[in-house]
């Protein structure tokens, strides 16, 4: 098979390739967690500048996803998979299946360190294949040894796939690439567009069972419907986005706690249930659970508001009777 007719994961699907999911596996719901060193977003990437101090707060966050019957899936890079405490702290529910374990690569901090640190080269799809396939099998390779099960599902940090990455995924057996954040353009710093991307699962390599799992967002407001034609013409102007949002106009919602407010969140699953999405993808980083990490947890106080947003969240769909799923029950239910 040649270059150009490998499976792409920027490819946009045409519309064989959607995913048809077993009837009764319904509308679901998943949460994925980002879970990667803490380093301040503010400053130029380097490969040694960052913590794992947020760690042990996985614990609170997973006892607290099984009191609600939710199975999180851990996308794990490489100086968490190296931290023995992740493994000490996820691994037990791992094995039992009350979380689930996938890989997330950050290059800066991968091995091997081949490759200049910059911003081109922190996605890792902007890496000649070679070293981006040996990045993802160092990784793969280090979560299997820690956590003692294969992962059958990836994102790309900085959601940074590139031409090789469908190749290097299907070639290790994972099932299920999630990197695709449909509705954003990640293009002037070098990374992908996922603007026209759609927000269904759809298969990126049938043959090979490689499905893409796009995250969720959708557009809310009276000019929804014109979302993916006004908002991106919008960009050299964000302050008229702002406006739009808070008149009720358009609003580009990501199912993620970070940034956006419990309401507009519940806004945004009715959208995607009125668009009628078989799978609603949610996600956000793991040093959120530790406050000071990132901009959208500073104190004590928001981390409640964290919390009560995850609650408020499965409260609405449990209502919609939208149901908690899983990466294992994913691959079950896509019928091929």
């Known amino acids: 098979m040649t270059a150009s007719a490998s499976p792409q994961i920027l490819r946009l699907p045409s519309p064989e390739d959607f995913v048809t999911f077993a009837p009764e596996f319904g509308t679901r719901f998943i949460l994925t967690v980002d879970t990667e060193e803490e380093f301040d977003w503010s400053k130029p990437l380097d490969r040694t500048s960052h913590g794992l101090d947020h760690i042990p707060r996985l614990a609170k966050f997973q006892q607290f996803c099984e009191g609600l019957g939710v199975v999180p899936v851990y996308l794990v890079d490489y100086p968490v998979a190296s931290d023995p405490r992740a493994a000490e702290v996820l691994g037990a529910a791992v094995l039992a ?15 091997p360190y081949d490759e200049l640190v910059n911003v081109h080269n922190s996605f890792a799809g902007n890496l000649p294949a070679d070293l981006e396939r040996a990045k993802f099998r160092k990784l793969r390779d280090t979560i299997e040894q820690a956590f003692g099960v294969g992962p059958l599902i990836y994102r790309a940090g900085r959601y940074g796939v590139g031409p090789n990455t469908a190749a290097a995924l299907s070639d290790c057996a994972i099932a299920i690439d999630t990197s695709v954040r449909s509705r954003f353009d990640y293009s002037s710093t070098g ?11 759809w298969w990126i390599d ?12 959708v557009f809310a407001g009276h000019l929804r419907r014109h979302g993916p034609a006004v908002y991106p013409a ?40 009125e668009s009628r999405l078989p799978l609603l993808v949610f996600s956000f980083h793991s040093p959120s659970l530790r406050p000071g ?11 409640d508001q964290f ?17 908690p799923t899983c990466v294992s029950e994913i691959i079950a239910a896509a019928q091929v």
């Open 307 to 323: 919390y009560d947003w995850w609650r408020g969240v499965f409260a609405h769909l449990a209502r919609h009777r939208v149901r």
């Open 293 to 303: 990490y990132t901009p959208y947890v500073r104190s004590e106080d928001d981390l």
């Open 234 to 273: 919008l960009w050299r102007v964000p302050r008229l986005r702002g406006a739009l949002a808070r008149l009720g106009l358009l609003d580009r919602i990501p199912l993620t706690p970070e940034g956006v407010t419990v309401l507009e969140a519940l806004t945004g699953i009715d959208m995607a249930l």
């Open 191 to 201: 990374g992908p567009n996922f603007r026209d991307h759609p927000l269904r699962p």
């Open 97 to 111: 299946g009350r979380a689930e374990i996938g890989v997330q690569l950050h290059p800066w901090v991968n091995p």
């Open 206 to 217: 049938r043959r090979n069972g490689l499905m893409e799992m796009p995250l969720t967002t």
